[in-house]
């Protein structure tokens, strides 16, 4: 498997878990009480942040070879922050509602446009390497 498939593989990875960091929260909220932090909270936040190291470092270096439109470094970076941070404060109700889904909507749309982004400059990679 090539970098660039792993920068998408990365990407949905990341997708699925921001939307399990969701669905935690959504979960929690509903019962009102925390998660048990080395059990369930820091080994959930540990595979994100992994992930989180990994997407980031992958994408920033392929954006320095490719052309990616409406994206910047800065988007990345903070992308995999807010993942990040997200993935701890799923587990705690008293996590502000309106601040939590904020920033959970920002990363799926980043992620959902690394993607796009990523399948169009893998097809474009491809026709010209066929027209060769």
Known sequence: MDE???????????IVLAKEADAIYEEVRKDGE???????????????????????????QWMKEAEF???????????AQNLTDVSVQAFFPKTSYKRFKS??????????NVKMESVRILEQKGKEDSSL
């Open 34 to 60: 925390e998660k048990d932090f080395y059990h369930e909270v820091k080994p959930f936040a540990d595979r994100v942040r992994l992930a989180c190291e990994q997407w980031e470092q992958r994408v920033k």
């Open 69 to 79: 439109k409406h994206l910047f470094p800065q988007q990345i970076e903070q992308t």
């Open 4 to 14: 660039y498939q792993k920068v998408i593989n990365l990407t949905e990875q990341l």
């Open 103 to 112: 920033h959970v909507q920002s990363v799926l749309f980043i992620l959902q």
